[in-house]
T-cell receptor, first 112, second 112 residues
Framework: SQTIHQWPATLVQPVGSPLSLECTVE??????LYWYRQAAGRGLQLLFY??????ISSEVPQNLSASRPQDRQFILSSKKLLLSDSGFYLC???????????FGEGSWLTVV | DAKTTQPPSMDCAEGRAANLPCNHS???????VYWYRQIHSQGPQYIIH???NNETNEMASLIITEDRKSSTLILPHATLRDTAVYYC?????????????FGKGTRLSVIA
């Protein structure tokens, strides 16, 4: 069966510091990968999605970037965090665009 | 994707069936009805989806009206662990890069 892992689960970072969240999927090949963010009390916002290695699409302009160095690895990064980057970050995967999307457990980021 | 309307909150007694309604009167012919839930501080969990026939799996049943303008998610024997926000989403399987759009959902509280 397929599983998705993301880490770290929680982190507190100062403003201006870098960020790296990692996500890996097991049990499938060539998944579509997604990064979502959920700000406190708000809905999920799609940040990035990827249909293959090195292929990244950005949904909203922001202080973040994403990379897919391997087939089942998706990384969310920032060079300098802002207070507004605080939130709950979720990695997700699907077998194909438009198919059922499965989410990881999420990473809580607090920028102070 | 078509929009959905759900009640903001519902209560259900433990052991009873929880029936969560969803209105999607503008759904189009190629759009599926998806249900997810999000337990506090966790990633959204896929529950079930359907097109026009009723569906059942180990978690829940999905009843879709004949005109497809509304549906009901049924948790047959609710437990305290079913307390969560439940999201009804309509989405085409050919939606390409269209993000999964979560509304505000229904906050289900299962009461002992």
């Amino acid at each position: 069966s397929q599983t998705i892992h993301q880490w770290p689960a929680t982190l507190v970072q100062p403003v201006g510091s870098p960020l790296s969240l990692e996500c890996t999927v097991e049990g499938t090949s060539n998944p579509n990968l997604y990064w979502y963010r959920q700000a406190a009390g708000r809905g999920l916002q799609l940040l990035f999605y990827s249909v293959g290695i090195g292929q990244i699409s950005s949904e909203v302009p922001q202080n973040l970037s994403a990379s897919r160095p391997q087939d089942r690895q998706f990384i969310l990064s920032s060079k300098k965090l802002l207070l507004s980057d605080s939130g709950f970050y979720l990695c997700a995967w699907s077998a194909a665009l438009g198919n059922t999307i499965y989410f990881g457990e999420g990473s809580w980021l607090t920028v102070v | 994707d078509a929009k959905t309307t759900q009640p903001p909150s519902m209560d259900c007694a433990e052991g009873r069936a929880a029936n969560l309604p969803c209105n999607h009167s503008t759904i189009s012919g190629n759009e599926y009805v998806y249900w997810y839930r999000q337990i506090h501080s966790q990633g959204p969990q896929y529950i079930i989806h359907g097109l026009k026939n009723n569906e059942t799996n180990e978690m829940a049943s999905l009843i879709i009206t004949e005109d497809r303008k509304s549906s009901t998610l049924i948790l047959p024997h609710a437990t305290l662990r079913d307390t969560a926000v439940y999201y009804c989403i309509v989405r085409s399987r050919n939606s390409g890069n269209t993000p999964l759009v979560f509304g505000k959902g229904t906050r289900l509280s299962v009461i002992a």
